[in-house]
């Protein structure tokens, strides 16, 4: 029992000795991260501590943090701090500069020797490093004028970043990059005439100002003369265009009353002259017209009897070819008929031969099936009557003699049937045979009849031909004078002024001529009416074909005359 008390109060002091060990070790183990790295000192020497861990004694260790992000330090140069450049002129600049501690262990050693807690406060990072910034920017600005700088800001960052990365790489820092986010002028005030620097930049600044000026002050008058040049010569072009076009206004207005009184007076004076010719026209139209209307009565009347008689010869001539052609006509009707009903006649004996050959057939049926009846009978009596020991060549007899009696119907069933087929086709031919010659005979007699027509048309003399055509032309003579004296409807009354020389008559010598080759008065009436046709082209040309003359009465005529 006193063992056993022993051995758990070992186990008791070992537990709590390693619950105290581990306290310990929780309380005093340090890490470091992505961020933050440190260095251990005292105890054991420098040990620097990078992604990973280590004991820190509180008595024997001493711990400086490093700052391993990128830090943002920005350096402002304006006003009299300004950096002065190579052509001794004056430049605000604003810098960022972002840096790093180098992650290597030298370098993380460094920065905790030469920097210590400032890499954690980059504010007072800045205050130790900005020193080095500035003297940078001024180097290089010494080395550029101040449109350089501006022209070639890339050139002028990467000298810098050039200039500072050596000097803080002691610190065990690294320069990432260089943005250069303002550059201007300074402003004039701040340059101080007792200085050299600023003396030699503001007498620059001042000619350049200047000049600028006045280059500037140069174009604004050369400007504005041009302006006013342009302006004065605008004006004068208006000036000139509307001097011209009133000048212009004027002579077109002095052309129009000049035109306008001449052309008053030539109308004027074609209006008398037209007055006075449509005067002297209407009294001779009046005159031509009571003369006219005379003699056209006259005239009417004569080709009225002479019209009626023609017509009436015409139809009774007519008449007479109109009998004749149908007499004709008649004869061969009565021909084609009678070769119709002598092929119908044909036609109808053919299918009489074809029933009575029908008929012959079913009669040689008909007997032929009586008389196997009749043998039928007699068989079966003689096999009644004989004895029972015959009965086998009885009925043999008896099949023999109905299948030969079969056959022998079938036979003849088969040559009725072909005799059938063969009659009703040779009636059917026979038909068509006298159908084809019939019309035949009808084409034949139709081409006769033509060719006696124009053979008798042939055998005509000129005059019968001459008297044909002369009839044609009465005929068609009403309807042609018709057409001719249409556009004499449009007129609606006719007004004679002069009568002198009525029927014809001369009654002057001025007036002999014309009298006499135009005929009365009638006759210059309706010829001068007929000469206003408007399908007179038309007219004229198939009247000229007919030998007429549609230009007056006469001319219409004139074949009938002849």
Not at 172 to 183: F, K, N, R, Y
Not at 272 to 294: F, P, S, T
Not at 452 to 474: D, F, G, H, R
């Amino acid at each position: 029992m006193g063992y056993i008390t022993q051995y758990l109060t070992i186990a008791g002091i070992i537990l709590v000795a390693l619950l105290a060990l581990g306290l310990i070790f929780s309380r005093l183990y340090r890490r470091s991260s992505k961020e933050v790295s440190f260095v251990r000192t005292g105890f054991g020497g420098q040990k620097v501590i990078m992604n990973g861990g280590a004991l820190v004694f509180p008595v024997f260790h001493e711990v400086i943090p490093v700052n391993m992000n990128t830090l943002r330090l920005e350096v402002r140069r304006t006003a009299e701090q300004a950096l002065i450049t190579k052509d001794r002129m004056r430049v605000d600049v604003q810098a960022e500069f972002y840096v790093r501690v180098q992650p290597t262990v030298e370098s993380i050693a460094n920065a905790a020797q030469t920097l210590g807690q400032r890499t954690m406060q980059p504010q007072h990072l800045k205050e130790l490093v900005e020193g080095k910034f500035v003297d940078a920017l001024r180097a290089v600005a010494a080395e550029m004028s101040m449109e350089e700088m501006h022209e070639q800001r890339v050139s002028f960052v990467q000298k810098v970043q050039a200039a500072v990365s050596e000097d803080i790489l002691k610190n065990g820092l690294e320069l990432e990059s260089v943005s250069l986010t303002g550059l201007d002028q300074t402003s004039k005030e701040f340059f101080n005439p007792d200085n050299a620097f600023d003396a030699e930049g503001l007498t620059k600044l001042t000619e350049e100002i200047e000049a600028r000026r006045k280059k500037r002050n140069d174009i604004e008058q050369e400007t504005e003369v041009e302006i006013k040049r342009k302006n004065l010569d605008a004006e004068q072009q208006r000036l000139q265009i509307s001097r011209d076009s009133e000048y212009a206004n004027l002579e077109q207005q002095r052309e129009i009353e000049i035109r306008r009184a001449s052309q008053t007076a030539q109308i004027a004076q074609e209006q008398a002259d037209r007055q006075r010719e449509a005067e002297e026209a209407k009294i001779m139209a009046e005159r031509q017209v009571r003369e006219a209307g005379i003699q056209a009565e006259r005239v009417v009347q004569e080709r009225d009897i002479e019209k009626a008689q023609a017509v009436e010869s015409a139809q009774v001539e007519k008449e007479k070819q109109i009998e004749l052609a149908q007499q004709d006509r008649d004869i061969a009707v009565a021909e084609k008929s009678r070769a119709k009903s002598e092929a119908d006649a044909q036609a109808d004996e053919a299918r009489a031969i074809a029933a009575k050959a029908l008929e012959e057939v079913a009669t040689a049926r008909d007997t032929e099936i009586a008389n196997r009846e009749k043998a039928i009978e007699l068989i079966e009596a003689r096999k009644a009557a004989e004895q029972q020991a015959i009965a086998v060549q009885v009925a043999a007899e008896a099949e023999k003699l109905a299948a030969a009696d079969n056959a022998e119907a079938i036979r003849i069933a088969a040559d009725a049937e072909a005799s059938k087929q063969r009659i009703t086709a040779e009636g059917e031919a026979t038909a068509e045979k006298l159908r084809a010659e019939a019309l035949r005979e009808v084409y034949d007699a139709e081409a006769e009849g033509k060719r006696k027509v124009n053979e008798a048309a042939n055998l005509l003399s000129t005059e019968q031909v001459a008297m044909q055509i002369k009839q044609s032309l009465i005929a068609a003579l009403p309807g042609i004078i018709e057409q001719a004296v249409k556009p004499m409807e449009q007129i609606d009354d006719i007004k004679i002024l002069q009568v002198d020389g009525l029927n014809g008559a001369v009654t002057s010598a001025g007036d002999e001529n014309a009298s006499g080759t135009n005929g009365g008065l009638a006759d210059q009436a309706v010829n001068a009416a007929l000469k206003y046709r408007t399908q007179a082209p038309i007219l004229d040309s198939l009247m000229n074909e007919l030998g007429m003359d549609g230009s007056d009465l006469d001319g219409l005529t004139k074949p009938l005359k002849e």
